[in-house]
């Protein structure tokens, strides 16, 4: 699965980054911003969904292309982070305190073994929909979603 259910008011046209790309970006550490994105053509953004970030080899490989569309698109150098060795959506075991404070303002409680059940870029989803800067719409559909309602 590329998308969520929850994406699929924009996933045809890719206007937004979807949560994939998200993640790879956070993986590699690359800073896209949506302006930047929407620079791209279809096929550079459905590029950016299809290729792996998961091992160093590609991960080096995706920061690298990603930095390339930025700088031929907007005539500037990527914006570069840091990659977090230990990200919290790694971690099957504890759950951020974003993500309990934002379930329980939606009267659900999700407890650890729910937690532990998601993959990664179900965690890394949650996570994002609870960030403050991050339209929270989503989040109580992504928990729907996601099987956490019981």
């Given amino acids: 699965m590329t998308y969520f259910k929850f994406e699929a ?3 045809d046209s890719l206007r937004c980054i979807p949560m994939i790309v998200r993640l790879k970006l956070d993986t590699c550490g ?5 302006a930047e994105w929407n620079r791209f053509t279809q096929p ?3 590029q950016l969904v299809e290729l792996p970030c998961d091992r160093e080899p590609e991960v080096t490989a995706y920061r690298e292309y990603v930095s390339r569309l930025i700088a031929q698109h907007t005539g500037h150098a990527a914006s570069l982070l840091p990659i977090d060795p230990q990200p919290p959506w790694s971690n099957d075991l504890e759950i951020p ?4 404070t934002k379930a329980m303002e939606e009267g659900v409680k999700i407890d650890r073994s729910q937690w532990a059940s998601l993959t990664t870029i179900q965690r890394f989803a949650l996570i994002k929909l609870t960030r403050s800067q991050h339209e929270n719409n989503n989040f109580l559909p992504a928990i729907k979603e996601f099987g956490l309602l019981t």
């Fill in 97 to 100: 305190e974003s993500v309990t």
């Fill in 9 to 11: 008011d924009f996933v």
């Fill in 30 to 34: 690359v800073k896209l911003k949506l």
């Fill in 44 to 46: 550079e953004c459905q």
